[in-house]
């Protein structure tokens, strides 16, 4: 039996509450009634009616929380390596000539994006999906389709930008051919009212839907977006209290755009416009400087780290330790399938865990598996702005639960939970995913959805989709030279300033 129950009941269980104690039950009953959990403790009496799940031998923990993603980069996992970001955006998201993506195909590549964090343990994702040549409600409506089918809980935000390719990144105009600015000029960026208009839409009629899928808000990256779009976000933001998401400082290549379009740093820009918030979640941050570390702290301003996507992009390594000692919010994300190249959260931890460790001899200062698991729990329940009910196991927080066997290579001796999750896991022993009450996975295979049908289906349109995308990467080709100036002149400036493994060459 699978799917919905008004009362479960998981018996002998370790569980790993990860609350305010961290407090473990080494065997204990979950009793869940409706969408939340109703109690836990050592042999609970089984309500009337109640289904029943005897977890003897796994173990129990909340939910993981993929606080940043990308769902529509998932048909481009395993074909993109060794660009940095600016490059590799040309391949990722074609800036002229891609797209439309057929509905179907959204929605089948968003079901996969779901399947697949499920069945690594993942129950909450916050999904920043751009949709070409422009956000519309049909595209984003097949995005929230799959999520609503697919059991999963979801925060999902339309990436949003009103302006140019050309008015994106520092040094790109003056370079760009006369071909180029005439089909920047024949696709102008979408119209600032009309992003606003879709946003309200999408707020008004999908918002909090079936108590798990819910609207959060994206402004693409303050460069890609002028400043009434922006304030306009934030207010949205404001009034329905929901996340707003951005991108910032991933690269040095921002660095430098800060300064070229306003003269100081991107979160410094930011704070004038007074839109820091603890409602804004903050993606990468690796560049931060010490004022701006001050600025997001002061603010309450979360910042979702990517390392596995940081990483293979090169795009440098992120100042954790400051972070944590400002008091900065912190939780983790995998990024998007063609950065990363899965949304496997607990390869995201074992990363987010391991990198940091090189990062200062002073062992005080390293991440524990305990540290990472909060950000990827606690943390990302307080980016999606769920604080208190998902990432912890309590009575009154949404029953949102993982079951993983023990026994298996990865527990086996068992010692200190948190690092055997962190350092050992994969994944692979996942037997049982719940959300909100719902078994939505079971024996390691999804209940709500046939994951062999979406798989074929997505193998037959895959040609077509590849036929499309090749014409646009004839377009991206011919930029790439200029975006590799680009990007070589900005590592050769501010070269004070350092977030790689060795000191930038003279």
Not at 52 to 65: E, K, N, Q, Y
Request: glycine share 6%; proline share 6%.
């Amino acid at each position: 039996m699978s799917g919905a129950s008004s009362t479960l009941l998981i018996r002998r269980v370790r569980v790993v509450t990860f609350d305010d104690h961290d407090t473990i039950h080494p065997d204990a009953d979950i009793h869940i009634e409706g969408d939340r959990i109703a109690a836990i403790g050592p042999r609970l009496p089984v309500p009337p009616d109640a289904r029943i799940i005897d977890a003897r031998g796994r173990l129990a923990m909340p939910g993981l929380v993929n606080a940043h993603m990308h769902s529509d980069e998932t048909l481009f996992r395993g074909l993109l390596d060794n660009m940095p970001l600016e490059v590799w955006m040309l391949y990722s998201l074609p800036p002229l000539g891609y797209g439309p993506v057929p509905e179907r195909l959204i929605y089948l590549r968003t079901l996969l994006s779901a399947v697949e964090g499920m069945l690594s343990g993942t129950t909450t994702i916050q999904d920043d999906v751009s949709e070409a040549p422009r956000a519309t409600l049909e595209g984003s409506g097949a995005v929230l389709r799959a999520y609503l089918d697919a059991g999963i809980r979801a925060n999902v935000a339309c990436n949003m930008t009103d302006k140019a390719f050309h008015e994106k990144l520092p040094y790109v105009a003056s370079l760009l051919p006369h071909w180029a600015m005439e089909a920047i000029r024949t696709a102008p960026p979408q119209p600032t009212a009309e992003l606003l208009a879709l946003a309200d839409l999408l707020l008004r009629t999908w918002h909090d839907r079936n108590g798990r899928i819910r609207i959060a808000l994206s402004a693409s990256a303050p460069q890609r977006c002028t400043n009434e779009f922006i304030l306009a976000l934030d207010d949205l933001s404001r009034r329905w209290r929901t996340p707003l998401l951005t991108h910032v400082l991933e690269t040095k290549t921002q660095v430098i755009t800060g300064r070229e379009l306003y003269g100081k740093s991107v979160v410094a820009h930011l704070a004038d416009l007074d839109v820091l918030s603890d409602r804004m979640t903050i993606a990468h941050g690796i560049w931060l400087t010490d004022n701006d570390i001050e600025l997001l702290a002061r603010a309450n301003t979360a910042v979702v780290h990517n390392p596995v996507s940081n990483l293979k992009l090169g795009s440098g390594l992120l100042r954790l330790d400051a972070l944590r000692r400002a008091g900065v919010p912190l939780c983790l994300g995998s990024d998007g399938s063609s950065s990363n190249d899965t949304l496997n959260m607990f390869e995201v931890l074992k990363c987010a865990a391991l990198i940091h460790k090189i990062a200062s001899p002073d062992c005080r200062t390293w991440p524990s598996a305990r540290d990472v698991l909060h950000m990827a729990l606690r943390g990302g329940a307080r980016s999606t702005m769920l604080q208190g009910q998902v990432g912890v196991l309590v009575p009154g927080a949404l029953a949102d639960i993982v079951l993983l066997w023990l026994d298996a290579p990865a527990f086996m001796p068992l010692h200190d939970p948190a690092n055997h999750l962190v350092y050992c896991e994969s994944g692979r022993d996942v037997d049982t995913v719940i959300v909100g009450g719902r078994v939505v996975v079971e024996g390691g295979r999804v209940t709500a959805v046939d994951a062999g049908a979406i798989y074929d289906e997505i193998n037959a349109l895959m040609p077509e989709f590849m036929r499309m995308l090749e014409r646009a990467y004839a377009t991206s080709r011919r930029l790439e030279p200029i975006l590799w100036q680009v990007y070589e002149r900005c590592q050769r400036e501010m070269p004070e300033m350092n977030r790689f493994a060795t000191p930038p060459r003279e």
